[in-house]
């Protein structure tokens, strides 16, 4: 299993910016997850892309995946303060475990 | 979307005590279970992968005897820290996901456990 490493590890913007995060991993994968964590809750899991896929949409969520540089982004736009959370991406590959990096942990000041 | 329900939430046990975190699937079959432990701002630690019918995979580092995972039903996972001390004192979440290699993985609240 590997973990992807997310960057900045934290982001502080206004309310109504757009919110980017990056993750980077360094084996092949199936697929890469990302998934949002309030403070002193289970994560929420937030959207898949698989690794035939460049870029997927959800809402006011971007992902983006390039897999010749191993990389992913999540964008958030219009960011609200109910965004401000540690976010976290996970990529898989053979193995099923689910492992995370440090997180990005984003702040969405009013 | 799918549920898992985590239970206690908080708990507070006394040092050398044991105490039981379960993990249940409520709308689905996860062949699955994860168990993480989380330190406040830092990431989570995976422990052990947890298979149902059979014994748990534990993450290098993490001692089997004080963790004890038992996953008896397709929607039942327990985690049981036995003897516990106020090292054990962290925030522990598990997740669970239906089978197959391409699908997210569904969190339970996470229970706070403090050990006086």
């Known amino acids: 299993s590997q973990q992807g490493e997310e960057d900045p590890q934290a982001l502080s913007i206004q309310e109504g910016e757009n919110a980017t995060m990056n993750c980077s991993y360094k084996t092949s994968i199936n697929n890469l997850q990302w998934y949002r964590q309030n403070s002193g809750r289970g994560l929420v899991h937030l959207i898949l892309i698989r690794s035939n896929e460049r870029e997927k949409h959800s809402g006011r969520l971007r992902v983006t995946l390039d897999t010749s540089k191993k990389s992913s982004s999540l964008l958030i736009t219009a960011s609200r303060a109910a965004d401000t959370a540690s976010y976290f991406c996970a990529p898989l590959g053979g193995a099923q475990k689910l492992v995370f990096g440090q997180g990005t942990r984003l702040t969405i000041n009013p | 979307g799918a549920v898992v329900s985590q239970h206690p939430s908080r708990v507070i046990c006394k040092s050398g005590t044991s105490v039981k975190i379960e993990c249940r699937s409520l709308d689905f079959q996860a062949t699955t279970m994860f168990w993480y432990r989380q330190f406040p701002k830092q990431s989570l630690m995976l422990m052990a992968t947890?298979?149902?019918?059979?014994?748990?995979?534990?993450e290098q580092g993490v001692e089997k005897d004080k963790f004890l995972i038992n996953h008896a039903s397709l929607t039942l996972s327990t985690l049981t820290v036995t003897s516990a001390h106020p090292e054990d004192s962290s925030f522990y979440i598990c997740s669970a996901r239906e089978q197959g290699a391409d699908t997210e993985a569904f969190f339970g609240q996470g229970t706070r456990l403090t050990v006086v």
């Open positions: 947890s298979n149902e019918g059979s014994k748990a995979t534990y």
